[in-house]
């Protein structure tokens, strides 16, 4: 049954880009594509071979196999539905998160090995943003922990909803909407980024990936699908108490995952990205929403 919560997050990722697009679409008055048009994309560059300049060396080559394993690797330590992880310890969360660290750590200097200033310029931003954001998650996390007393993601999730606390709903919408940012951020969405841009003073996460092709870049968007789809089971795990039934389990993280998605869509629809000054301002008042969380945790149970 752990397994099973492995396929629901792929299952989730497989449909995840075709809501936002749809949402898109609709929010445009456009047709649009249809929901399965990013996996259709994905087919045809996993057909077509990767081409390589020649001022890049091995690295380039295997950060988008690196970053897509990290991504997959993490997803086994992520409960879903009620169940236990693949891989469940103290701590994990952790481990979880320099994982991620690890394949956007490849993803960076891959960039970089190009010799390109202009992907310089994107590394530069996409590492300073996910810096900014990384005590965000990590706060979170420990604002679980500190309330629940344990320290596993499994442990953490199952005891959320049967503490004796009064504020669980309270904790609940915080974390909801700290990992919604947290996921915007770290997928280079709006209003960071915006994936469809190609304007060059404010690419930032496309350009990086600029020199990739064919097989690689189909590898790169389907850690991104996937990624989206692990903050969506981590959501889940959080709003749905964990004694539900196996059914209404199941049933709850597609529906989040859908409606995670159209929040994307609509965000992206009607909200423009930020000046690029103003993002480092934008990632740390996600960090101190999570510091409010935090310190309210010290207070109700009196270590403050």
Do not use: C
């Amino acid at each position: 049954m752990k397994f099973a919560g492995i396929f629901l997050i792929i299952m989730a990722a497989a449909i995840f880009p075709g809501i936002i697009l749809r949402v898109k679409s609709i929010a445009g008055g456009r047709k649009g594509p249809g929901i399965f048009q990013p996996l259709k994309d994905i087919r045809v560059l996993l057909m077509k071979g990767s081409v390589f300049s020649q001022t890049t060396s091995f690295i380039f080559q295997i950060a988008p196999t690196i970053a897509l394993a990290t991504v997959v690797i993490a997803i086994l330590l992520v409960p879903v539905a009620n169940q236990d992880a693949v891989f469940a310890f103290e701590g994990d969360f952790v481990f979880f998160a320099y994982l991620l660290a690890l394949g956007k750590f490849f993803t960076i200097i891959s960039a970089l090995d190009t010799g390109s200033a202009f992907e310089g310029m994107g590394a530069n931003r996409e590492a300073l943003f996910s810096m900014l954001i990384e005590p965000a998650f990590f706060i979170l996390l420990a604002t679980f922990a500190m309330f629940t007393g344990y320290t596993s993601f499994s442990d953490i999730m199952t005891h959320f909803h049967i503490t004796d606390n009064h504020y669980v709903m309270i904790f609940s919408i915080l974390g909801f909407y700290v990992l919604i940012q947290i996921a915007m951020i770290e997928n280079s969405r709006v209003p960071v980024d915006d994936p469809k841009t190609h304007l060059e003073l404010t690419m930032i996460h496309e350009v990086i990936i600029l020199d990739n092709s064919g097989f690689d870049k189909a590898l790169i968007h389907i850690g991104t699908f996937l990624k989206f789809s692990i903050y969506g089971a981590l959501i889940s795990s959080y709003l749905v108490p964990a004694g539900w039934n196996i059914g209404a389990q199941v049933a709850l993280f597609i529906g989040i995952q859908v409606f995670f998605a159209t929040i994307i869509g609509y965000l992206e629809s009607f909200r423009a990205r930020n000046k690029m000054v103003k993002n480092s301002q934008y990632i740390l008042t996600v960090s101190a929403i999570a510091i409010i969380a935090f310190v309210i945790v010290l207070i109700l149970t009196n270590k403050l």
